[in-house]
């Protein structure tokens, strides 16, 4: 896996419309982890992609009727069986933090690059997700340095309003993985 103008190489792209430009001058400094579920607590199938797209019917469940209308994206999604979606070049604004704050600036998507785990808060990540996540973790740190220190879950950049990637996230597992530096190669 590689990096080129801003996408993955080997990883499915799905481009989605949500997404402009970042400030002038600004680069990613920030990984922003997040969970998502479409329907909430359900697993694969195409919501995901469409609520991405802004394609999402929201006739085909309840709850999809009260989120059709968003404009948000993600930069990445990872599957629960390690898969990578990519929407939006990481070198543009992808709309998935909203209001936010880290470290005492404000409007995160403007300097973050953001993950989303297919998962919920309360149940466990799966083995690929990780391996992947941190493969996807030192891509980006080699391109944007600043990121290898500046990591954080979307509850923590938006307290008030989320709770994702939840306490079933397991950060010290994470952290750990990149420390060890070993590297899962995604094709």
């Not at 929407?87 to 604004?93: E, Q, S």
Request: charged content about 20%; proline content about 7%; aromatic content about 10%.
């Amino acid at each position: 896996m590689q990096l080129q103008a801003g996408w993955l190489t080997g990883v499915r792209r799905v481009p989605s419309p949500h997404f402009n430009e970042r400030p002038l001058l600004e680069t990613p400094t920030l990984l922003v982890i997040h969970n998502i579920s479409l329907p909430p607590g359900e697993f694969g199938g195409p919501w995901i992609d469409d609520l991405f797209m802004g394609t999402l019917d929201p006739s085909a469940h309840p709850y999809f009727a009260g989120i059709a209308h968003l404009r948000v994206s993600a930069h990445c999604l990872i599957r629960r069986d390690g898969e990578i979606v990519q929407y939006v070049p990481f070198h543009l604004r992808a709309w998935h933090a909203g209001v936010s704050r880290y470290q005492e600036r404000e409007a995160c998507n403007d300097f973050s690059i953001g993950i989303e785990l297919e998962g919920t808060d309360c149940l466990a990540y799966t083995d690929e997700q990780y391996q992947a996540l941190q493969n996807v973790t030192r891509l980006l740190a080699e391109h944007y340095p600043q990121i290898a220190e500046n990591i954080t879950g979307h509850s923590d950049i938006a307290p008030e309003r989320k709770t994702d990637p939840g306490p079933a996230f397991d950060w010290v597992r994470y952290r750990a993985g990149l420390r060890s530096g070993n590297v899962t190669k995604q094709e």
